[in-house]
């Protein structure tokens, strides 16, 4: 089992919905959960960190974390055609260090 | 601040050939990290240093990878002899802050070096 899964999609929306990219992870004492954006070509870019259970919103941007169900979301709302890209949720597991894992990321395409 | 510096952005270079990936993180970070990233496997951690020590490189692949960081703003990752299996896209990353109270610090990603090894 891989420590962090995603559905690699594609994912695909139309302009100005909302799109919720999933996240699971097996280290159930993981602390640190974090989503990155990446475009093609380009390298890794924070979009949120989230360390508590409940969620985190920051603009469009809002990352859901469930400890107990071991997942973490991203929902993007107002979806806009920048925003199409890789998103990549890394998670740190408890006693590594500062090693991150990452998921294979979910490529998501909004469709204007 | 210019960012994590990598060089050269991309190397194309044939098998049995020695290959240098540079790094320069940012200023005052204190985690330095080397990833690679392919279709099939995404971004999987090869090492990471601590104040220029390095803490993990369980992630190496072989004996063929080496890594050092004679200093806190340089590291070299080093392939020697090259495969066409090692083709990838190698990032270099800095961190802040460390783990701590379970809690970790953002990485901050460089641009990559995309290597072919033919």
């Known amino acids: 089992q891989k420590e962090v899964e995603q559905n690699s999609g594609p994912l695909s929306v139309p302009e100005g919905a909302i799109a919720s990219l999933n996240c699971t992870y097996s280290d159930r004492g993981s602390q640190s959960f974090f989503w990155y954006r990446q475009y093609s070509g380009k390298s890794p870019e924070l979009i949120m960190s989230?360390?508590?259970?409940g969620d985190k919103e920051d603009g469009r941007f809002t990352a859901q974390l469930n400890k107990a169900s071991q997942y973490v979301s991203l929902l993007i709302r107002d979806s806009q055609p920048s925003d199409s890209a890789t998103y990549l949720c890394?998670?740190?597991?408890?006693?590594?260090?500062?090693?991150?894992?990452f998921g294979t990321g979910t490529s998501l395409t909004v469709i204007p | 601040d210019a960012g994590v510096i990598q060089s050269p952005r991309h190397e194309v270079t044939e098998m049995g050939q020695e290959v240098t990936l540079r790094c320069k993180p940012i200023s005052g970070h204190d985690y330095l990290f080397w990833y690679r990233q392919t279709m099939m496997r995404g971004l999987e951690l090869l090492i990471y240093?601590?104040?220029?020590?390095?803490?993990?490189d369980s992630g190496m692949p072989e004996d063929r990878f080496s890594a050092k960081m004679p200093n806190a703003s340089f590291s070299t990752l080093k392939i020697q002899p090259s495969e066409p299996r090692d083709s990838a896209v190698y990032f270099c990353?800095?961190?802040?802050?460390?783990?701590?109270?379970?809690?970790?610090?953002?990485?901050?990603f460089g641009e990559g070096s995309r290597l072919t090894v033919l």
């Open positions: 240093f601590n104040n220029n020590v390095p803490i993990d």
């Open positions: 990353a800095s961190s802040l802050v460390a783990a701590g109270q379970g809690r970790t610090g953002e990485l901050f």
């Open positions: 890394a998670v740190n597991p408890l006693y590594t260090g500062n090693q991150f894992y």
């Open positions: 989230i360390y508590s259970n």
